[in-house]
């Protein structure tokens, strides 16, 4: 007999090669019908895997992320052998389970496929789900692994067994397919349902370009087909507020392929936009007692060298800058933290003077490969919202409660109310991988925490995903799609005040050592609007958007008060347009829809004879005539209710 312990600390006596799906049975018939993966100390099996030894179970459904992995990384195989049938001679390469369903990389030879042809692999694939085939993983030695696709001539999967050791290659058979597998499958093709394919794209072999280009085909897939429509919808959702799409529209930002890729340009609006971002958070940041510093675009390669940013970016960034004649090295700023340090550095400080805290809107440039660029997410170029704290250890935890305090208010303001917090520490097991002494990590994981208790948040410890130097707490927020973004990471640091020989004089007179906290609320400027247009869909909160009306006039006739009105707007500081084309208001409704602009102010013969303005929201409610003071009190005060002050 062994013993299963499960996730709540149950221990279970069963005899020596029960599979995780028996245990799933020896629980409840419910539970097994939906248990599809399982991992067993820390290893996925399979659910039909006899389990030899005790050890500690966990059974997953659909519902948790390690099911959707089996679940889709499984519908690959039925796919590969879709298009095997429907493709003979193509060459299969790898096909694992992505954030979002799955792709396979396949060599087409000759052939291509396109979008028009998703409908018939779809079909097929389908068609060998319903057969309701086990996946049967079975052990294969090195040399019939090599020779069983060299005779298929498939050198990509010789290349990928050439790699691993003898003992340890598995096939995974279904139907009449097999393929080279580490395994991780759902039992059977039958829970499949529902199969789409999204796209296809090139990828190359092994992700270099120097190798063959293949084509990456991405599907997804459900158990039931309601889920899917659901998805569809989310998706064409997703795209009607994609950042890339809205920025154009809403006159946001553009590239240019003579400035260079990923090196985005701010547009007149797109800059406003950033203009008052940065003052909102200067603001607060001056009431929480932060100062503002300045620091250059590059520094000398040394600098980061001593940082040990060279090492992270160095080879694989952009290369230094050579100057002519002194042949110095200078790197393009990657991270602004290693200039702090420097601030810091640059006069003595005694306890009493900390805890001191710098803050820039400060530039850095890392390099990206050009297919992993994507509109604002992805750039080579991009606006850090950084500060740096440095203080003692004691200071560590109100540090810390003042840096989620001023996140939480970012947060607030713009409209995000649905997030978790995660607090990255040590995984107790590898102490080795962590630099700075066992003390200072208790008391600052223990900081964290206590912070994140206090401020009642709603948070969730992982061990194990703390950096080397520190640990960590980030903000995840879901957005209105439901899509989860990293946002906010607030993290401890003791190697940079180490390396840059940061002291302090303490009350005992002798020299200490700061801890050093980063920290950026947006993360970057251009990360951060992105997600507000995506969570937005463009309509951004009445404080932040960059036009808040458009004055309309009827007709010609009209014009002149129209010009008066957005005097008198303006005097009142609202941001408004007028829009006096000879056009008919109808059409100037419907583009002023689409700009996402919030009001619409629409004057005519009435309005002029009784000095009022009629007002339309954006999406079409009609607030009636109005003076022009009580419209100002109305914008005022919904600004208000989503703006506090810090
Ligand atoms: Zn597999
Ligand atoms: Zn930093």
Redesign the pocket.
Known sequence: MIDITLPDGAVKKVPEGTTPMEVAKSISEGLARNVISAKFNDTTVETVTPLKESGTLTLYTWKDDEGKKAFWHSTSHVVAQALEELYPGIKLTIGPAIENGFYYDVDFGDETISEKDFPKIEKKALEIARGKHDYKMRSVSKADALSYYKEQGNEYKVELIENLDDGTITFCDHSTFTDLCRGGHIPNTGIIKAIKLLSVAGAYWRGDENNTQLTRVYGISFPKQKELTEYLQLLEEAKKRDHRKLGKELELFTFSQKVGQGLPLWLPNGAALRERLEQFLKKAQKKAGYEMVVTPHIGQKELYVTSGHYAKYGEDSFQPIHTPKEDEEFLLKP???PHHCEIYNSQPFSYKDLPKRYAEFGTVYRYEQSGELHGLTRVRGFTQD?A?IFCTTEQLNDEFKNVIDLTLYVLNSLGFDNFTAQVSVRDLDNPDKYIGNTDDWEKAEQAIIDAAEEKGLNYVVESGEAAFYGPKLDFMIKDALGRNWQLGTIQVDYILPKRFDLTYKGSDNELHRPVMI?RAPFGSMERFVALLLEHTGGNFPLWLIPTQAIVLPVSEKHEKYAEKVLNSLENHEIRALIDNRNETVGKKIREAELKKIPFMIIVGEQEEASASLSVRRHGGEDLGSLSVDTFSDLVTTEINSTLKSF
């Open positions: 991270m602004n933290c950084d740096h980063h």
